[in-house]
């Protein structure tokens, strides 16, 4: 009978309140974006064209690092769903299934950057020095992946418990590792590219050591063999549903990321480094926004497969007007305050004033942009994935040929690039509140509450 394997009677969630569940998300996720930022100042002290380089091909790896964790988020919203619907039978299939998922996803891409690590840059526009760089760091960043496939699925469970602060010890870990490696590997072995990357991979391998031990030992989850795949058939369908719209919007992003990059190469080194230190200066902020949606994800599952509508709205509305105050506090500071952020990068004068125009920019793209981490989030939770991503999707591919039209017109600059993602974000985010609005999603739920007696 399908459950008889089920380590766990009843799972349950730590708390319902949203701050408690976010905060250990916040401090986990900026501590992921301080050791970014402490990467790229060595890559800055490697030199302005290395960060720069780097800078322009963080969309090829956020193809990786952003759809597979996203899509782990499947595992989240599925399980805890099961787990609001009393449904406990469930709750450990969706856990393999979310780990077959995203380790299958981790080492097809870890295989695709190996094979392609070459000519990635050359592809972009990079000239033969530049290709050079783009090829160790590339090449290196493939055992990164070998780990995060297993990392991510194994934080969807300890996430879909409301174990977050666990999420945060682990992210402290993975700092203190990173920044004590990163000075051994760069100044002590000289290993330049290579020793941040490498700095990468011993914290990741270390993060997922100590969460497979957490979620088997600490909450004590027994996976399973015998008739795995028979309950793991059982949850495809949501696995299915939510994980697929999670995984194509932050990979049309990424792509036309990288086409864009290709434009911003062609505009210089100067440019490419305001790009990259700008774009940085904005992560903690876009941090706060995915650590809100990410708490209020794990409530809003749970209240659905309970059938608590109006609960759900409630903590969705409470998430929405917090990070976008944060996000206009955050980046109006970041804009006023421009030549200390973007001084921790370089001193370089044209790449400042550059980027503090971009930074400006950002007063009003980031407010927009936190509505629709939220709003992407919570719609794709709640079971209304197919919407988000189709408005994401038009928005993300159709700007493109505006960029075209506008530079083939008046030749676009880097700052007027941001305005044109300014606009997208704006646009996008009156559209998916209005979604919301429209409740819909309250029909869409797929756990259904357990009947007595059933199983």
């Not at 004590?220 to 369908?237: C, I, P, T």
């Not at 969705?316 to 955050?330: C, S, T």
């Not at 509140?433 to 259904?448: I, N, S």
Request: hydrophobic share 55%.
């Amino acid at each position: 009978m399908e459950g008889t394997h089920a380590a766990m009677n009843a799972p349950r969630l730590r708390t319902e309140n949203i701050f408690q569940l976010s905060w250990p998300i916040f401090v986990q996720n900026a501590t992921h974006s301080v050791v970014v930022i402490v990467d790229f100042l060595f890559f800055s002290y490697l030199g302005d064209e290395v960060a720069g380089t780097i800078g322009q091909l963080l969309p090829v790896i956020w193809l990786g690092v952003f759809v597979i964790p996203v899509f782990a988020g499947t595992g989240v919203s599925v399980a805890s769903q099961y787990m609001g619907a009393g449904r406990h039978e469930k709750v450990v299939p969706a856990y393999m299934m979310n780990l077959l998922f995203t380790v299958g996803m981790a080492w097809s891409y870890a295989l695709g950057l190996a094979v392609f690590a070459d000519d990635i840059g050359r592809w972009l526009g990079m000239d033969a020095s530049l290709n050079a760089i783009a090829t160790a760091y590339l090449g290196t960043m493939t055992g990164y992946f070998v780990f995060l496939g297993i990392l991510v699925a194994y934080n969807a469970v300890l996430s879909s418990r409301g174990m977050t602060h666990w999420l945060m010890y682990s992210a402290f870990m993975v700092g203190g590792i990173n920044l004590v490696l990163d000075a051994l590997f760069v100044f002590g072995f000289g290993w330049g590219v290579r020793g941040v990357v490498a700095a990468s991979i011993v914290g990741c391998a270390a993060a997922t050591a100590l969460a497979i031990w957490l979620v088997h030992g600490k909450l004590a989850v027994r996976f399973y063999l015998r008739g795995a795949w028979r309950d793991m058939r059982g949850v495809l369908q949501p696995m299915l549903r939510i994980g697929i719209p999670n995984a194509i919007e932050p990979a049309s992003y990424s792509l036309q990321q990288t086409f864009l990059s290709a434009m911003i190469v062609s505009m210089g080194v100067v440019s490419m480094a305001a790009n990259s230190y700008a774009g940085r200066a904005q992560m903690f902020q876009i941090t706060f926004a995915v650590a809100l949606a990410l708490g209020g994800q794990i409530l809003m599952a749970h209240w659905m497969g309970a059938g608590r509508h109006d609960d759900v709205d409630r903590v969705f509305r409470k998430a929405l007007r917090v990070a976008m105050l944060v996000a206009l506090g955050y980046a109006g500071l970041a804009w006023v305050f421009s030549d200390v952020v973007l001084g921790f990068f370089t001193q370089d004068p044209e790449v400042l004033a550059l980027g503090r125009q971009l930074l400006l920019v950002a007063v009003f793209l980031e407010p927009a942009r936190a509505v629709n981490i939220i709003g992407g989030f919570s719609l794709r939770t709640v079971g209304d994935s197919r919407f988000p991503m189709i408005v994401a999707v038009i928005f993300i591919w159709g700007i493109l040929p505006v960029i075209h039209f506008v530079d083939a017109m008046w030749g676009l600059t880097l700052v007027g690039m941001w305005v044109c993602f300014a606009a997208d974000e704006i646009l996008r985010a009156g559209i998916n509140l209005w979604r919301w609005r429209t409740r819909k999603w309250t029909k869409m739920g797929f756990a259904g509450r357990a009947v007595p007696g059933d199983g």
